[in-house]
């Protein structure tokens, strides 16, 4: 058995970050890379990927209008492609196609499959592309995020829009012609219309290595009581209600620590400077990431369960807060697997005023308690949603007896 994948890391990290403007997609990095580590390591050498860092467009997101790859790297080939919003779709499509038709005709293998990570448009016609150059291989589809469902900031460009829209119909059109999908939320199966034995439900992967460092590592012990804040600073995930909520609170022993950017960013700064006790960060690499979740005292997240989109994804920050062995505290969207209510410290009431209740019930809540239930978390975790177990369900999906 042979293993492709399409996927979108950024394997020359700093680069991206110095050239990329406003705010870079760290979930889809993360997923594409935890991918490649969990089949390169169930399928050692029969795998292969293809990559096509997921970066914004020149001139908006991006300084840059042609992104250089690191070219060939072990079994990873990262790709170069003119990033010019509007045609940057085609060039991509062209090299990846160019690569998996190298990779389809030097294999010796009789069983192949593609695993396409996020309804990307190339991708999905690369899949295509693979079926018409050999029927039996079998296709898969890792779905994210609905196209339509993304980017629900503001939209001020109507050209862009029109474009989207396009792009997305293209993708549909396209998209029954996928033999496997693996799904975020049990919401997308009914409306993908999708059969369940041509689907499976994985919300996330956790890094293994990672999340073992966070097992051993010992929580300080601070004066201050920091309830951290990590992701997009967009209204639309709760952030304003969380720092108003916080505001509220008449304690100086606590303090909210906010890292990220985004639409909400100004206000952000001008709460800080109004309350001392509001630390915000601004972007943070993963290092310095991880060592403010070693030192929080709560992490947080605010995005309220409203609007139609929320059944449809699953916060990866959830896992992140979660393998840190910190206690979270958040909304139980309706994407969550109920698994996972026992884990979180729910937010109950939707706006400020519930998220001011909630913290003020946590800081009154036995701490070794939470500590406890965060540990098991960790457990929860390592056991079942690490790369190799999530990889393993996949493959298994796509090999399963009854498969076609």
Same mark, same amino acid.
């Given at each position: ?150 980017? /629900? ?40 219309? /999708? ?210």
């Amino acid at each position: 058995m042979r293993v492709f994948l399409i996927c979108g890391a950024f394997l020359n990290k700093r680069k991206i970050l110095s050239d990329s403007i406003k705010t870079v997609d760290n979930a889809a990095d993360n997923f594409s890379i935890r991918l490649i580590n969990g089949f390169s390591a169930l399928c050692r050498n029969n795998f292969e990927c293809v990559n096509a860092s997921f970066i914004g467009s020149f001139p908006s997101f991006y300084k840059n209008p042609f992104f250089h790859g690191i070219g060939r790297h072990d079994n990873i080939v990262d790709i170069n492609f003119l990033n010019i919003f509007a045609i940057r779709n085609i060039s991509r499509y062209i090299r990846i196609r160019k690569v998996i038709k190298d990779q389809i005709r030097d294999s010796t293998d009789k069983q192949i499959c593609i695993i396409s990570y996020s309804l990307h448009a190339p991708f999905i016609y690369a899949l295509k592309y693979a079926k018409r150059i050999n029927p039996d291989i079998r296709t898969c589809v890792i779905v994210p995020d609905l196209p339509e469902m993304m980017n /629900l900031q503001k939209r001020s460009n109507p050209i862009k829009s029109a474009l989207k829209y396009a792009d997305t119909r293209l993708i549909y059109k396209n998209l029954k012609k996928i033999d496997y999908y693996v799904l975020l939320t049990r919401h997308m199966k009914d409306y993908l219309h /999708l059969e369940d034995d041509r689907c499976d439900i994985i919300e996330g992967i956790v890094s293994e290595s990672e999340l073992r460092q966070f097992l051993i590592m010992r929580k300080p012990i601070t004066e201050s009581k920091a309830i951290l804040y990590a992701g997009t600073l967009n209204y639309i995930y709760g952030v304003m209600d969380l720092v108003n909520a916080f505001m509220k609170i008449d304690n100086s022993q606590i303090q909210l620590w906010i890292c990220g950017n985004g639409e909400a960013a100004s206000q952000i700064k001008k709460a800080a400077r109004q309350d001392k006790r509001i630390i915000y960060f601004g972007n943070l690499d993963k290092d310095s990431l991880n060592e403010l979740y070693g030192k929080a005292f709560a992490l947080v997240n605010p995005r309220p369960p409203l609007g139609e989109y929320t059944l449809y994804s699953f916060p990866s920050k959830i896992l992140e807060y979660l393998s840190t062995g910190v206690p979270t505290i958040s909304y139980f969207l309706p994407g969550m697997p109920e698994e996972y209510k026992q884990y979180i410290f729910e937010i109950e009431t939707i706006g400020p005023e519930g998220i001011y209740e909630s913290l003020i019930e946590f800081l009154n809540t036995n701490y070794d308690k939470l500590l406890n239930i965060a540990k098991e978390a960790q457990i929860f975790l390592l056991e079942n949603k690490t790369e190799k177990k999530q990889g393993e369900r996949i493959l298994s999906l796509i090999w399963r007896e009854n498969g076609k």
